[in-house]
C-alpha cells in the first residue's frame, strides 16, 4: 500500500462509519415509530383528526371466522393452503338507507352472516332467515368472499357468493329473503376463486361479473389425487385458476366469454377490481395476482386487451392481493394501490402504488409507494381509500398479517428455501416441511396511513387506535350509522369481525352521494363523481368489488375539510350520460338517480 | 487401405487458438463476460432485477470506489474486472425497494478489500463480505435474491452448462464441484435429522442465488487457498458450517458460513507459510 498512515486511517474510519450507516438508519426508523405512540381519543383528535373504537361486542357482532380444512394429504401446510376466507362487504340489502354487513365464514357447515342494521348502533344477524347462512355445506366448497349487484335492475342488491367450490348466485327477493338462481344461472359448477367484481363491461346497463380462479377449477381441494396443486413458481407461476367473465344476457342469465372479450390468463388472481382508467367511458380491469405479475386488462368497448407490461404495472413479479383505486392527489385520476408481501430480512417486495404519470400519450404508471410512504406495511392484504378524517385527501387502511401461531417459532426459513427452489419441487405440497405450530408474518400491526396532501402518507395506526394485531384480510369502508364518518369494518381469518367506529373532528365537513342508475345498472356500479369544492377537486366511483374479497358501501363519502364550499358535482354514469349537480351543502346525504 | 490426405486448414487452428485464448485462466474479462450474460438471460426472460437502476447504481459506486482507492493506496489504475463482478453481485443478489442499500453495500464490499487486509492480501470475498454485513445490520431494508428464474428447468441447465464449462477452463471447477456435493450431502443428512423432505432441502441450490454464490464468490481467485486440495477443503468446511447454520434456520446461511470460514482459511495458509518460511531461514 503506497498510501501514506493518515490515509488509511481515515479510511479505516469511513469504513467503520459505512458499517455503522445500518444502525443509524434504523435507530431513526425506530425513533420514528415511538413517537407514533397511543394517543387517548382527545390528543388523536386533535392532532389527526380522527379516533377509531373498536366496538364490534357493543354492536352485537361475535362473529369469529372459521378457517377451511382441505384434504388431509394437505395437512402439514394446512394453515397456508387454508389461509384465506375471512371477508366483509358492505350492502343495503333490505333499502332502509342504513349499511348491513356481509360476513363469510370457510370451514365445512360453518354458517355465513347477514347483519342487519338495526338504526341504534346495533346490528342483528338475520343471514338464516333470508337464506343466506347455510351455504358452506359439504360437498359444495366454502365461501371466500362476497359481492353484491343488482343484476336485474329490480333495485335490490343481488349477491354473488365466491367460494372454493361451487359458486353461488342469490338474487334479492325485495330484502324480504333470498332465492338462490345459481343452476339458472349458468355458472359453472366449480371455481376455487377468491375475487369477483360486478361491472358493465360493454354498457349494455345489465351488470356483467368477472370471477378470478385462485387454484385451478380442476382440483376439489377436500378430495385431491395429487399433492401437486401448489403454484410452479413463487414470482412466475401460471398454473392457477382461469378466469371467467359473465356476460348478463338478462333474465338471469349468463354467458361466459373471457376469452372472446380478451381476458384469458391462469395467472393465481387474489384480487380484481374495475374502474375506468382512461376516461374511455369503459370500464378497465385490474388483477393483483399472488405468484407473479400483475394484470391490466384495458376495455376497448367490449373487449379486452392485456397492458400490465406496457403501463409498467405487469413487468416486477410480486404477490398481488389487493386491488383499490384513490384519487389520491385530488387531480381527478385513480391512483392503484396493490398490497404484497415485506418481511424484514427474508423478503422486501414492497407494496404498489401505481400512480399515472403526466404528459404520456398513453397510461403509464410508475410505483410511488416508497416516495409517498406507503410500500412496507408487512404481509399485506386488503386496503381500502377513504378520507377517514374528512380533510378532503384520501387516506388508506390496510390490514396484514398471514399466520399467527406460535410467537416465538417462525416458519419463514422454511418457506423461503421452498419458495427459491425449482418449479418441480414448489409445484408439490408434499416437498414443504411442515408447520408444525409456526408462525409466518403473523401478530403484524396494521397501517392506518393519513394523506397529508402533500404526496405523503403517515402511519397512524397505533396512535388512532387501530391496534389490533389478527390476521387481517379484507376491509371494508362505509358509513355504518350515517353520521357523514367513514367507519372501518375488517374480517380477521379464524379471527373476529372488527367494527372500528369513528369519531372525526367536527370542524371536518363532509358530504355523501347514493347514486341510482336509470339507463345505466340500477345499482349504478361504474358511475363516477368528481366534486369540485373549495377549489378542489376529487373523484370517486360505485364499486362492484374492491380491495381483497371486499366491497365498500356503494354510497359515495366525500370528505371536505373546514368552510367548505360546494361548487358542484359532476356525475358521470356508466350509460356515458353526464349529470351536474350544483346547490349543494355540506353535511348532507343526497340521493341521485340518473336523468332519463 | 488407402491413405487419407489431408490438406492441411489453416484458418482452422487460427480460429481454435483464438477460442482457446478466450476461454483461458488468462482472460480476466471471462468471468464478467458470464456474469453478464446471466444477468441479461435473467433479465430480458424474467424480470429477476428490482430494477436496472439500481442494479446500475451498484456496477457504478463499485466501479468509482475502486477507481478511487485504488489510485490512492496502490497509486495506479486498476483492472475494472473484479469492481464489476462485485457490482453486478450486489445488483443482482441484494433485493430492496430502497436505492441506498445498493450503493452502501458496493461501496462497503470494495472498501472492505482496502481496509481489511493481512500481510497486503484482502481476507474476505469482497461481495460477501458487503452482503453478509448488509443481511446482518440492514435486516429491514433489504432481503437476499430467494426466487427462481422462471419456471422452466432449461434456462437453469444452460447456466450450470455454461457455468460449469467457464469455471473448468479458469481450472477452478473442482471448487464449484466440491461444494456441490458436499451441499448435497449435507442436505440428506438434514433431512435425515429434521425428517423434512429431501427436496426441501436440496431446494436451494436449485435457485440462482446458489449459482452466483457457487459460480462467482466460492470460487473468487484472490480470496481461496492456493493448493487445489485446500480449496476442496475450504469450501467442504463452508458446506459444512452452511449446515450447521442451516439447522438453526439461518436463512443466509451460504454468505455467512463463506463470510466465516474464508478468511480463517486465508489465515490459516498465512500461518503455515510465514512457519515455512521461517523454518526455512532457520535451516539456511
Not at chain 1, 358542484?568 to 350544483?582: C, T
Not at chain 2, 472498501?111 to 429491514?140: C, D, E, M, Q
Request: net charge neutral.
Amino acid at each position: 500500500m503506497k498510501a501514506n498512515l493518515g490515509a488509511r486511517i481515515l479510511l479505516a474510519f469511513f469504513f467503520v462509519g459505512l458499517l455503522a450507516t445500518p444502525l443509524v438508519i434504523s435507530k431513526i426508523s425506530a425513533r420514528r415509530e415511538e413517537a407514533q405512540a397511543k394517543l387517548d381519543e382527545s390528543q388523536a383528535l386533535a392532532r389527526y383528526g380522527f379516533h377509531l373504537q373498536e366496538v364490534s361486542q357493543q354492536a352485537g357482532v361475535r362473529f369469529i371466522h372459521q378457517a377451511p380444512t382441505l384434504d388431509a394429504k394437505l395437512a402439514g401446510i394446512m394453515p397456508e393452503v387454508s389461509s384465506m376466507g375471512a371477508s366483509v362487504s358492505i350492502v343495503d340489502f333490505d333499502r332502509d338507507g342504513w349499511p348491513d354487513m356481509y360476513l363469510t365464514n370457510s370451514a365445512t357447515g360453518s354458517q355465513n352472516h347477514l347483519y342487519r342494521n338495526m338504526h341504534d348502533g346495533t346490528f342483528q344477524d338475520v343471514a338464516g332467515q333470508m337464506g343466506l347462512a347455510d351455504v358452506n355445506q359439504a360437498g359444495t366448497g366454502v365461501s371466500m368472499g362476497a359481492v353484491w349487484g343488482d343484476y336485474d335492475n329490480d333495485g335490490y342488491e343481488d349477491l354473488f357468493l365466491i367460494k372454493w367450490g361451487k359458486p353461488e348466485l342469490f338474487h334479492n327477493d325485495q330484502g324480504r329473503g333470498f332465492t338462490r338462481v345459481t343452476e339458472a344461472s349458468g355458472l359453472p359448477p366449480w371455481i376455487n376463486a377468491n375475487t369477483a367484481v360486478w361491472f358493465d363491461y360493454d354498457g349494455d346497463g345489465l351488470l356483467d361479473l368477472f370471477v378470478g380462479g385462485y387454484y385451478s377449477e380442476k382440483l376439489d381441494l377436500w378430495h385431491l389425487n395429487t399433492t401437486r396443486m401448489m403454484p410452479e413458481s413463487f414470482e412466475y407461476a401460471k398454473n392457477g385458476g382461469r378466469k371467467f367473465l359473465f356476460h348478463n344476457l338478462g333474465h338471469g342469465r349468463f354467458e361466459e366469454v373471457s376469452e372472446k372479450a380478451g381476458i384469458k390468463s391462469n395467472r393465481w388472481a387474489l384480487a380484481a377490481s374495475t374502474a375506468d382508467l382512461r376516461g374511455t367511458g369503459h370500464p378497465d380491469l385490474f388483477i393483483a395476482n399472488d405468484y407473479g405479475v400483475s394484470e391490466l386488462f384495458l376495455n376497448e368497448g367490449g373487449h379486452f386487451h392485456e397492458a400490465g407490461e406496457a403501463t409498467g404495472v405487469g413487468f416486477a413479479p410480486k404477490s398481488g392481493m389487493n386491488v383499490a383505486y384513490g384519487d389520491i392527489l385530488n387531480q381527478g385520476k385513480y391512483a392503484i394501490y396493490v398490497s404484497n408481501i415485506s418481511q424484514d430480512g427474508v423478503l422486501i417486495q414492497g407494496n404498489n402504488l401505481w400512480v399515472p404519470r403526466e404528459g404520456e400519450a398513453s397510461l403509464k404508471y410508475e410505483n410511488l409507494a416508497r416516495d409517498m410512504g406507503v410500500e412496507l406495511g408487512g404481509w399485506s392484504f386488503g386496503a381500502q381509500f377513504g378520507d377517514l378524517n374528512n380533510d378532503g385527501n384520501l387516506d388508506l387502511y390496510l390490514t396484514n398479517g398471514y399466520i399467527s401461531l406460535s410467537r416465538t417459532k417462525s416458519y419463514w426459513y422454511d418457506f423461503s428455501r421452498v419458495a427459491g427452489g425449482n418449479s418441480k419441487i414448489i409445484a408439490d405440497a408434499a416437498d414443504w416441511p411442515a408447520f408444525d405450530g409456526r408462525s409466518l408474518s403473523g401478530y403484524q400491526q396494521k397501517k392506518v396511513w393519513i394523506n397529508d396532501g402533500a404526496a405523503k402518507f403517515i402511519d397512524v395506526a397505533q396512535a388512532v387506535g387501530a391496534t389490533d394485531t389478527y390476521d387481517g384480510r379484507s376491509v371494508a369502508l362505509g358509513d355504518l350509522w350515517n353520521r357523514g364518518v367513514l367507519d372501518v369494518l375488517v374480517a380477521n381469518q379464524r379471527g373476529p369481525l372488527l367494527i372500528y367506529r369513528n369519531t372525526v373532528n367536527p370542524e371536518n365537513q363532509w358530504v355523501e352521494f347514493a347514486l341510482e342508475g336509470a339507463k345505466s345498472n340500477r345499482s349504478a356500479i361504474g358511475a363516477q363523481v368528481t366534486l369540485y369544492w373549495n377549489g378542489r377537486q376529487q373523484v370517486q366511483q360505485v364499486s362492484g368489488g374492491s380491495g381483497f374479497a371486499a366491497q365498500n358501501d356503494r354510497r359515495l363519502h366525500f370528505g371536505l375539510g373546514k368552510n367548505a364550499q360546494i361548487e358542484k358535482a359532476l356525475i358521470r354514469w356508466p350509460s356515458g350520460k353526464v349529470q351536474v349537480v350544483e346547490n349543494l351543502v355540506p353535511g348532507k346525504f343526497y340521493n341521485v338517480r340518473e336523468a332519463e | 487401405m488407402s491413405h487419407q490426405v489431408r490438406i492441411p486448414d489453416t484458418a482452422q487452428p487460427v480460429k481454435f487458438e483464438a477460442w482457446k485464448r478466450f476461454f483461458s485462466p488468462a482472460n480476466r474479462y471471462l468471468s464478467p463476460l458470464l456474469i453478464t450474460l446471466v444477468l441479461l438471460v435473467g433479465q430480458l426472460s424474467y424480470g429477476i432485477l428490482e430494477s436496472y437502476t439500481r442494479t446500475l447504481l451498484a456496477i457504478g459506486v463499485s466501479l468509482v470506489a475502486e477507481l478511487i482507492l485504488a489510485r490512492i493506496f496502490f497509486g495506479h489504475w486498476p483492472n475494472l474486472a473484479s469492481a464489476y463482478i462485485t457490482g453486478i453481485s450486489v445488483g443482482i443478489l441484494v433485493r430492496s425497494p430502497a436505492f441506498w442499500p445498493y450503493a452502501l453495500c458496493a461501496l462497503i464490499s470494495i472498501t472492505s478489500k482496502y481496509v481489511l487486509r493481512v500481510h497486503g492480501r484482502h481476507i474476505w470475498n469482497p461481495s460477501n463480505f458487503g452482503i453478509s454485513v448488509l443481511f446482518f445490520l440492514a435486516s429491514g431494508a433489504v432481503a437476499g435474491l430467494s426466487i427462481q428464474w422462471g419456471n422452466f428447468v432449461w434456462p437453469m441447465i444452460v447456466i450450470w452448462v455454461l457455468g460449469s464449462v467457464i469455471i473448468w477452463r479458469l481450472r477452478r471447477f473442482h471448487i464449484s464441484a466440491t461444494y456441490v456435493v458436499s451441499f448435497l450431502a449435507f442436505a440428506f443428512l438434514r433431512s435425515w435429522i429434521t425428517g423434512d423432505p429431501w427436496q426441501s432441502e436440496i431446494s436451494p441450490i436449485t435457485g440462482p442465488m446458489y449459482q452466483l454464490f457457487i459460480f462467482f464468490m466460492i470460487t473468487d481467485p484472490k480470496t481461496t487457498v492456493r493448493s487445489k486440495t485446500g480449496q476442496c477443503l475450504v469450501v467442504f468446511a463452508v458446506a459444512a458450517v452452511e449446515m450447521l447454520l442451516r439447522l438453526h434456520q439461518v436463512v443466509y446461511a451460504p454468505f455467512y458460513a463463506l463470510f466465516l470460514v474464508g478468511p480463517a482459511a486465508m489465515l490459516l495458509e498465512m500461518w503455515k507459510d510465514s512457519r515455512r518460511a521461517r523454518l526455512l531461514v532457520a535451516h539456511a
